[in-house]
């Protein structure tokens, strides 16, 4: 009799065991829980984390994330108000703000992302579309000249920003949040995560922008050019003013130098002039003589006056 008992007894334990198995179920702090019986939700979701209980084998517990998430979008291809073609790369967080209705419109994450796809990628294209590129760069108003040809300029030749990116992202925002409410979906952030111009375009730009760094540059140069034209015109002209200030201190003093020179032949001569036409004979001998000169002088000459002897031979 009691060896009949013991296989009852063990498939008891089992079924106790089974039942209590699918009678309890765990809720981590990241996650958040919504029972579903035959398809169909039931009560309220679980966010509290610990053991919590359900009917068994009725009643299944979906998890669900708790926790911020990230969408990043891939880049796209759009066009501008003003058909600047360009690559817009952007980025959002989100949460599951109302996990009944998140569990009937999308049940996974993945469709989650996916539809968050078409609303973030759809507004963001429509947004893009509505402003000018230079709206979509800049993330101020504030005005800043541009250079001519620049190809953030307007047809009027100057930047006039009505919107920023920080307002359009916004924009962006308010909108995609209204779509995801019906997916128990919280859109909380919103960025521009890259804008780039389309490969063509790019490389347009870069031209441009290399021309325009060129003529620059040869600006630059010109003008120093012209300004080291001008230091070496003032270096010339001072030079030369110094040189003339010199020659004409040199020549003051050469001027001095001949009239105190003159001055001393004068009182020299006037002192003894025979002495004087004596010794100015001999330097001028001196200067004109030498061991290979041939002179034919007249007996007359005043230049042979000194070199006759008292007795010519005879």
Do not use: C
């Given at each position: 009799m009691q060896k009949a008992a013991i296989p009852a007894i063990v498939i008891l334990v089992l079924v106790v065991v089974l039942v209590a198995a699918n009678s309890v179920y765990v809720v981590k702090e990241t996650e958040q829980v919504v029972l579903t019986q035959f398809g169909e939700v039931v009560g309220e979701p679980i966010t509290e984390p610990g053991l919590h209980y359900r009917t068994p084998f009725l009643q299944r517990p979906n998890y669900l994330e708790k926790r911020v998430l990230e969408w990043d979008g891939d880049p796209n291809e759009m066009t501008s108000k003003d058909r600047r073609f360009i690559s817009v790369d952007?980025?959002?967080?989100?949460?599951?703000?109302?996990?009944?209705?998140?569990?009937?419109?999308?049940?996974?994450?993945?469709?989650?992302?996916?539809?968050?796809?078409d609303i973030l990628d759809g507004e963001t294209r429509?947004?893009?579309?509505?402003?000018?590129?230079?709206?979509?760069?800049?993330?101020?108003?504030?005005?800043?000249?541009?250079?001519?040809?620049?190809?953030?300029?307007?047809?009027?030749?100057?930047?006039?920003?009505?919107?920023?990116?920080?307002?359009?992202?916004?924009?962006?925002?308010?909108?995609?949040?209204?779509?995801?409410?019906?997916?128990?979906?919280?859109?909380?952030?919103?960025?521009?995560?890259?804008?780039?111009?389309?490969?063509?375009?790019?490389?347009?730009?870069?031209?441009?922008?290399?021309?325009?760094?060129?003529?620059?540059?040869?600006?630059?140069?010109?003008?120093?050019?012209?300004?080291?034209?001008?230091?070496?015109?003032?270096?010339?002209?001072?030079?030369?003013?110094?040189?003339?200030?010199?020659?004409?201190?040199a020549e003051e003093v050469r001027g001095t130098a001949d009239a105190e020179a003159a001055r001393i032949y004068a009182v020299s001569y006037g002192a003894d002039p025979e002495f004087y036409a004596f010794y100015k004979t001999l330097q001028t001998y001196e200067k004109t003589f030498d061991d290979k000169t041939t002179v034919v002088l007249t007996t007359d000459g005043q230049f042979l006056k000194y070199l006759q002897l008292a007795d010519p031979p005879e």
């Open positions: 952007t980025f959002a967080r989100w949460r599951i703000s109302d996990a009944k209705q998140y569990l009937k419109a999308v049940i996974f994450e993945d469709a989650a992302q996916s539809r968050l796809d429509n947004a893009v579309a509505n402003h000018r590129l230079i709206e979509v760069l800049r993330n101020t108003t504030r005005e800043l000249p541009t250079e001519a040809g620049s190809v953030m300029e307007d047809s009027a030749g100057a930047v006039s920003i009505q919107y920023g990116r920080s307002t359009i992202a916004a924009e962006v925002l308010a909108k995609a949040r209204v779509r995801a409410e019906s997916l128990g979906i919280e859109i909380l952030d919103f960025r521009f995560k890259r804008i780039n111009y389309e490969e063509v375009v790019r490389q347009q730009v870069y031209e441009r922008m290399r021309s325009e760094r060129q003529r620059i540059a040869a600006e630059y140069r010109s003008q120093g050019e012209g300004e080291a034209a001008k230091i070496a015109g003032r270096l010339e002209r001072d030079l030369k003013q110094i040189t003339s200030d010199a020659y004409r201190q």
